[in-house]
């Protein structure tokens, strides 16, 4: 979605004024109201003249964004949300090789029916990390095949393999970050492309 817009906001008995993001998992609200809203939260989308309304967690918000920019957050808002099979570039045509694991759940769904058994097969390696064996590992495999690489990891400074540690490996290495998605509240993912011979 990626939308980014400057206004006023009304929500929960605060009013002010905000830079409101609309990301694939939600609204993100910047200034005078903080919110992190999900998308699996909002409903009931509407334009009232210079206004967005909507529900956010079951409460009225309000975001003067101007008629046409909240036409065109509805728009947005109204597009069904992708599967992560289809953020990730899965399917039975193209195929994922899953290495290290064991797979979070999201991960095993979205791999269903579209796991190649080996590299042979794959269109990409999914290289699920879980310790500092992994990493190494995701990295050998992908210099091998010269396939692209989906890191799956923890999120936030509990996670055994987290964001940096992944991105230092990989731009190390020479590898270039394209593409990220969330996974769920504990995973993220992003895929590293191969150096260029």
Known sequence: MGREAEGHARWRGQDGAVKALLESDGIILRGDIRARLRRDDLMDWRVDGDDLCLRAGGEPLIL????????????ALDKPLPSLAAKLGVSGSARGWVIGGPAPEEIAIALAGAEAAGPEGAAMIVAILTGPDDLGAALAAGLATGLKVWCVHGKGKGAAVGDAVVRAAFRGADWM???????????TATLYRPPKP
């Open 64 to 75: 003067t964004l101007g008629a046409k920019e909240a036409a065109a957050w509805v728009k």
């Open 177 to 187: 970050d394209v593409k990220a998605c969330a996974v769920s509240d504990a995973f």
